[in-house]
């Protein structure tokens, strides 16, 4: 069985310019999380769908970064316009439910660099 | 403030030895408690997770232990090996389903 997949694996981008980063869950995960790690911190979290519905994004920096999962399948994050300060690592999660014994499995990670 | 501190931040040990890593946690309410490994370029795999009533959990070499009272945790690793060599991080998890991480202890393990 296919684990979490993202796409890309790096992106190198201008500030001002546009990304969509993409994240294929676990076939059957209704739960998918976005997390975000910048230089030197800790991973943050930054959204969570059930299905195809937002059920937390308190985590989402501003309003430049839009996600979302129609159909409740794969997740796109996009972040527009890009800033210096959204380098890092973004990672992408699912998990069957949300449960204490619901795993979270994590995919590599996209890593964005913006110039 | 929900906080999670890890120590050391990096830690260099050799091949065949064995070492603890230490978790501090302010986070209320708690839920459970997870060690994850982060192989470099991959993402976070979990190796234990601990409810409140857990006091310890092994996953081979691997033995987490919990204190909820002091809210603390460790993660001994048992003669360790070259792919041991990793970020391990841990991960409190809140009542309201809020995961909170860690920034990790980076173990390099020597030939």
């Known amino acids: 069985e296919a684990g979490v997949t993202q796409f890309p694996s790096h992106s190198v981008i201008e500030k001002g310019q546009t990304v969509t980063l993409r994240c294929d869950p676990i076939?059957?995960?209704?739960?998918l999380y976005w997390y975000r790690r910048v230089m030197g911190k800790e991973i943050k979290f930054l959204l969570h769908?059930?299905?195809?519905?937002?059920?937390?994004e308190s985590g989402m920096p501003n309003n430049r970064f839009l996600a979302e999962r129609t159909g409740g399948t794969y997740s796109t994050l996009k972040v527009q316009p890009a800033e210096l300060e959204d380098s890092g690592v973004y990672f992408c999660?699912?998990?069957?439910?949300?449960?204490?014994?619901?795993?979270?499995?994590f995919g590599p990670g996209t890593r964005l660099t913006v110039l | 403030k929900n906080q999670v501190e890890q120590s050391p931040q990096s830690l260099i040990i050799l091949e065949g030895k064995n070492c603890t890593l230490q978790?501090?946690?302010?986070?209320?309410?708690?839920?459970?408690l997870r060690w994850y490994k982060q192989d470099t370029g991959r993402g976070p795999v979990s190796l234990t997770i601990?409810?409140?009533?857990?006091n310890t959990k092994s996953n081979g070499r691997y033995t987490a232990t919990l204190d909820a009272d002091t809210k603390q945790s460790s993660l001994h690793i048992t003669a360790s090996q070259l792919s041991d060599s990793a970020s391990y991080i841990c991960?409190?998890?809140?009542?309201?389903?809020?995961?909170?991480f860690g920034a990790g202890t980076r173990l390099f393990v020597k030939a």
């Open positions: 999660a699912s998990s069957i439910g949300q449960g204490i014994g619901n795993e979270q499995f």
């Open positions: 076939s059957g995960h209704d739960n």
């Open positions: 769908f059930v299905k195809e519905s937002k059920q937390d």
């Open positions: 978790c501090n946690y302010t986070v209320s309410p708690f839920s459970n």
């Open positions: 601990m409810t409140f009533s857990e």
């Open positions: 991960v409190v998890n809140t009542g309201g389903f809020k995961t909170i």
